[in-house]
């Protein structure tokens, strides 16, 4: 089955973003966390989560995929924004095990010139802790976590599938006893991927088989599905519609019928209002082969 939908406010609660995601044709979503640039979270509202659940059961809904906030930073170079990223972060999987089978994407963060391996030690270093004390709050951790795909802009981590592959092994070799059996995953932003010099228009097979030897296509559990407003490589990531970018409508076609990738479920980021979403979702259901 197609999973597709988009970016949503979560303004209104998980019911009304699992309704509107209906009322555009989608079946996933995506929504922050918290306001984006940071800051406290909403109360969880249990009557809310339990007709969510209800909803979603009965419509289809999901998995559903809730993105960090950008400001959260595992790897930057003062302690204090170090601090806010872990209890930013603990905080968001405690209340995720409201909606078990949901997904938790990151930013992998920046290095802000500390340089690429010190910060993947800040954000392996970070997720062990996270992982630990998700644990010990919630006697579980049901939420996938995923590390997204960046475009290389300034210092970002996971400009290329080797950073992030280095941030999960090491990660995972600090994950014993209970934790042992936690495995990170990915969410492949095709905007990130392109920007960062990845020819997914040029050579898609060859991009899914790199990403397949570096990293291994089970942990790729999601797909940001972006055109581009800059050419290949240029590490700028700005999201264009669907068909008016770099990347374009027939590459963009490709990734969503490619058999690694069919069976994902794709999230829309593009600039657009919740009309704009619905005539997208409803193209892309047209390009879709069966
Ligand atoms: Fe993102
Ligand atoms: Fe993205
Ligand atoms: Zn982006």
Known sequence: ???????LSASGGYTAMAQTAVSIG???????????RGGMAKPIDKKDVADFLAYAEKNGIGPILAHAPYTLNAAGAEQRVRDFAEMTF?????RLEWTPGAMYNFHPG????QGAEIGVE????????????????SGKVSTTVLL?????KGSELGRNFEELKAIIDKTEAGLKGDLAGVRLGVCLDTCHVWDGGYDIA?????VIKRFDDVVGLDRLKAIHLNDSMNPLAAHKDRHAKIGKGHIGAAALSAVINHPELRDLPFYLETPCDLQGYKEEIAMLKGMRKE
């Open 202 to 206: 040029g050579d898609l097979d060859g």
């Open 148 to 152: 997204e795909t960046m475009a290389g």
């Open 26 to 36: 989608a079946n996933v979503f995506q929504f922050f966390t918290r306001n984006p």
């Open 90 to 94: 603990v905080d968001d999987l405690k």
């Open 122 to 137: 800040l954000v392996s270093s970070m997720l062990q802790r996270v992982f630990a004390a998700a644990f010990a709050a």
């Open 1 to 7: 089955m197609f999973k597709i939908g988009c970016h």
């Open 110 to 113: 920046s290095h802000v010139g």
